[in-house]
Structure formats: C-alpha cells, structure tokens
C-alpha cells in the first residue's frame, strides 16, 4: 500500500511539471519606466535596454532643463548662472547649442 501511495505522489509531481508554464522573459505591454519584472536572458538583455533608455531620458531632461536654465541665465545678467548652466550642459548634452 505505501509503494502504490508513494509512486502516486511522484506520477502526481510529474505531471504538474509538464503542465508549469515559464513566465516571459519581460513584461511587453508595459513601459520601460513601469517594467519591474525580467525572467531569462532575454529578460535581462531587455532590463539593460530599458536601463540605457532611462539613463538616457534622465540625461537628456537634465540637459534641457539646463538649456532653459542658460537661456534665462542669459536673458537676466546672471553670470554664474551662465556658468553653472553650461557646466551641466557639457556633462549632460550630447551635442551643445
């Protein structure tokens, strides 16, 4: 009787191995700011995707707030502003106006 018990359990826990689905590498529908989930290494090809794209976006708002920073820097006589504003431009910017 524990034979047949026990070989049950294991035809059981074989079975619900053949059925389990994978999850998928990334989740597609969302953006890459809302992704929060990567599985396998698609998932990760795609996580250092996202992290590229957000770095770059984060760079590129610092460049164009620092563009308006300048503009208005220049517009009211504000040297240091100037300065600080185009330091932060050449970090920033890819290319500079």
Same mark, same amino acid.
């Given at each position: 009787?524990?034979?047949?018990?026990?070989?049950?359990?294991?035809?059981?826990?074989?079975?619900?191995?053949?059925?389990?689905?994978?999850?998928?590498?990334?989740?597609?529908?969302?953006?890459?700011?809302?992704?929060? =989930? #990567?599985?396998?290494?698609?998932?990760? !090809?795609?996580? %250092? &995707?996202?992290?590229?794209?957000?770095?770059?976006?984060?760079?590129?708002?610092?460049?164009?707030?620092?563009?308006?920073?300048?503009?208005?820097?220049?517009?009211?006589?504000? =040297? #240091?502003?100037?300065?600080?504003?185009? !330091?932060?431009? %050449? &970090?920033?910017?890819?290319?500079?106006?």
């Amino acid at each position: 009787m524990f034979k047949y018990t026990v070989l049950t359990g294991i035809i059981i826990l074989l079975l619900g191995g053949c059925s389990t689905n994978s999850a998928p590498p990334y989740e597609r529908g969302k953006s890459p700011e809302s992704r929060t =989930e #990567y599985n396998g290494i698609k998932g990760l !090809a795609q996580k %250092q &995707k996202d992290q590229n794209y957000l770095m770059s976006l984060a760079l590129q708002r610092q460049c164009d707030t620092a563009r308006i920073d300048l503009a208005v820097a220049k517009s009211t006589g504000d =040297e #240091y502003g100037e300065q600080a504003s185009q !330091a932060i431009i %050449q &970090k920033t910017c890819v290319t500079t106006p």
